[in-house]
């Protein structure tokens, strides 16, 4: 399910402090970076039974959908992380 209008600024004002106090730079305007957010959300939404069926049975029908979101983004930032 995307996020609700809600969330997206949750996440906006989240991302936009980390990228501060981390002294991140990005190349893009603010309203770029929101569209990639948005883009993000709109994948993720997209491919969520893809991303499910990636799973090995036992984890696609023994956690929740919370903990598979979970999971999934701590793979994933684990692959890139910030420096």
């Known amino acids: 399910m995307a996020m609700t209008a809600q969330q997206r600024t949750e996440i906006i004002k989240d991302v936009q402090s980390e ?3 981390r002294r991140i730079e990005i190349s893009i305007t603010k309203s770029d970076f929101i569209a990639a957010i ?25 956690l929740t959908t ?3 979101n979970w999971l999934f983004a701590q793979v994933a930032s684990k692959r890139s992380p910030l420096e």
Do not use: M
């Open 38 to 62: 948005d883009a993000w959300d709109t994948f993720l939404d997209d491919n969520v039974v893809a991303i499910n069926n990636a799973l090995p049975a036992a984890a696609k029908a023994g």
């Open 19 to 21: 990228i501060s106090s």
């Open 66 to 68: 919370a903990v598979k």
